[in-house]
């Protein structure tokens, strides 16, 4: 509980993978797939020009998920979320200027290939080259990377990020994009359909332009979050196996 003249805000890092194809063949020269965050421009200052999270004040009639789901909806428009939770919070005294304020920060994974409609000052950006920030917000987005990451190792987190159907290259590239390093398709089709995490449709993607054998197409077994496998832990390629 915060009292005296201590606000309180709640703040949302927001990810997507974009650039994804989901085709079974991608085109020739096609977008490399990358983890994006959302941001919004300030207008105002205190550090007009720079990006922020989206979020703002906790109203004294609401609570924190009924806050960040308002102020998603209302502020960028973005209500295509498949998972959200609340990370940490961030109450170092001189985080921004002005009265002392808290902030409670939350993830959201918005799944491809959904293409929310978003205002002219709000963007995604690749978290691996982000424009310059406005107070804190540059350690609350690596500390929800820094989440996801793990939560990729040991739950079916990757749900939140996928289509509803996909060939195991897309689900590769999903994994490659959040995890930030590659990962081999079969050994990630062969650790994650041993947890149950995913499974085949029967069906098959449409063959590209060159031909050849359709892939297969999988989906997610569930839509909600739970622990796969609690001590798991993908790493990258030459520190240990997949399934380690």
């Known amino acids: 509980m915060v009292y005296g003249n201590t606000r309180h805000e709640v703040l949302a890092v927001v990810f997507q993978v974009r650039g994804l194809d989901v085709t079974s063949a991608p085109a020739a020269g096609a977008v490399t797939p990358q983890l994006n965050v959302l941001l919004w421009e300030r207008a105002q200052n205190p550090e007009r020009g720079a990006w922020s999270l989206p979020g703002g004040r906790l109203r004294d009639d609401e609570d924190l998920v009924t806050s960040v789901r308002r102020q998603l909806a209302e502020k960028v428009d ?60 540059g350690p609350m987005v690596a500390h929800a990377q820094a989440r996801l990451v793990a939560k990729m190792s040991y739950t079916n987190i990757g749900f939140a990020l996928a289509p509803t159907e996909f060939a195991l290259s897309t689900l590769r590239d999903i994994y490659e994009a959040a995890l930030g390093y590659q990962v081999d398709a079969t050994n990630l089709q062969r650790v994650l359909t041993r947890r149950k995490v995913i499974s085949r449709t029967g069906t098959t993607a449409q063959s590209g332009r060159s031909g050849g054998r359709p892939a297969a197409l999988y989906r997610f077994t569930e839509s909600r979050l739970r622990i796969t496998d609690e001590f798991a832990a993908f790493r990258p390629p030459g520190e240990s196996r997949l399934d380690s």
């Open 78 to 137: 973005l209500q295509e979320l498949a998972h959200l939770e609340q990370l940490a919070v961030f109450s170092d005294p001189g985080r921004m200027p002005g009265p002392r304020t808290v902030a409670s920060t939350f993830l959201g994974l918005v799944p491809s290939p959904a293409t929310p409609e978003l205002p002219s000052d709000t963007r995604w950006h690749p978290v691996d080259a982000p424009p310059a920030m406005a107070f804190d917000h």
